[in-house]
């Protein structure tokens, strides 16, 4: 059975960091594209960083490039987004997923929540 479980979440200032963990299983983790996606309420979810199987090849959208970082471990079937300058607008259930076409499989999440 595919797992994908996230940590890492939690409370943290503006300005904090926070380090999220994906460990994946049931799958070949190295072939597949891993991306982090993330969902306020009453939002649509969308699509936060991803990197690539082959290259590690990453991409990040807009509003988190400089800040955030995305990263993969094969060896240890892990990904991981490291945030820093962590701003309100952050606050979101994170979830990771993985992707080969046509499978998409997806962790459970991990809250993120940026306030004073």
């Known amino acids: 059975q595919v797992h994908l479980v996230e940590s890492g979440g939690g409370l943290v200032q503006p300005g904090g960091s926070l380090r999220l963990s994906c460990a994946a299983s049931?799958?070949?983790?190295?072939?597949?594209?891993m991306s982090w996606y993330r969902q306020a309420p009453g939002k649509e979810r969308e699509l936060v960083a991803s990197?690539?199987?082959?290259?590690?090849?990453?991409n990040y959208a807009d509003f988190v490039k400089g800040r955030f970082t995305i990263s993969r471990d094969n060896a240890k079937n892990t990904a991981t987004l490291q945030m820093n300058s962590l701003k309100p607008e952050d606050t979101a259930v994170y979830y990771c997923?993985?992707?080969?076409?046509?499978?998409?499989?997806w962790g459970q999440g991990t809250q993120v929540t940026v306030s004073s």
């Open positions: 049931g799958f070949t983790f190295s072939a597949y594209i």
């Open positions: 997923k993985a992707g080969l076409n046509p499978r998409q499989y």
């Open positions: 990197i690539t199987s082959a290259r590690s090849s990453t």
